[in-house]
């Protein structure tokens, strides 16, 4: 499908953490929208921006750190994250990136009682249902041992059995304990990163990669259907902080199953705001 215009706006700045912890879907997601992006890593040594003002929205993704990792880019990132939530740049973060926020917003970051690797369905709470199409439940991808309190303000959207705080909203910010924008690559790589990991006995809440790996066909396509929404969602509310400016239809992913980007109901977050072209792809 020809570009009939290109989307004018300051790009996305997505940090990534590690050469396994990409952006995935999320960036399919992104450049099928044609909405520019910036890559930070800022472990392998890249400079943390000094402006949060010169980005649409920030993304910040997994790391094998923790938050309370007394690091200069950890800091850095920090103080970068606190100017954008002055300044209402929306912000979406995953996992650690979810608990980078979390702190951000005030809230304690500390070990989970038990680690959660693995797939997972969680509970969406009825106050967050909207950004997920209306589900009560989502299939997500877990890889993590600490965790997030609950911001305060902040709504609480994603529950699970073994890990209470898996998601949470506050304004156009969201934080996930969980991943929607992994691959079927990027599992396997994790999980070959990993192996050592996943050898350890830690019970119920951490799947032997056979299972994971056995599950991908699956549950990757459900994780894959909640990640269309929320990333709809969130990126319409990047959009309404933008000038006014037309979208072009989103191209078609070669990555996608036939039939996975045919037209869906726009996201409810988008369908009240001149963003309501924004739709899922």
Known sequence: MPVSHALTMRPIALFQ??????????QAFLNAWHVPTVH??????????RQARDFSGLVLLRSNRSVNDPLPWIAQEKALLKQALAM????????FGGQLLARGLGAEVMR?????????????????????????EVVTFNWHYETFAQPKGATRALFG?????????????????????????IVRDWCRAGALELLRPCGPSVQPVETVLASLQHQLPRTREAARWLYAGWLAQVLRRQPHAPLSRPMAMASQPAGALAAQPASPWASASPDSRIGIV
């Open 17 to 26: 953490h590690d050469p396994n912890q990409r952006a995935g879907y999320l």
């Open 40 to 49: 930070i890593h800022p472990e392998a040594g890249d400079a943390v921006p």
């Open 88 to 95: 209402d740049i929306p912000v979406l973060g995953h996992c």
């Open 112 to 136: 989970n009682p038990v680690p959660c690797i693995g797939w997972e369905t969680l509970h969406v709470t009825p106050p967050a249902r909207a950004l997920f199409g209306g589900a009560a």
């Open 161 to 185: 059995t073994h890990c209470r705080n898996k998601g949470f909203t506050l304004g156009p910010h969201i934080g996930l304990q969980c991943h929607l924008e992994v691959t079927e690559e």
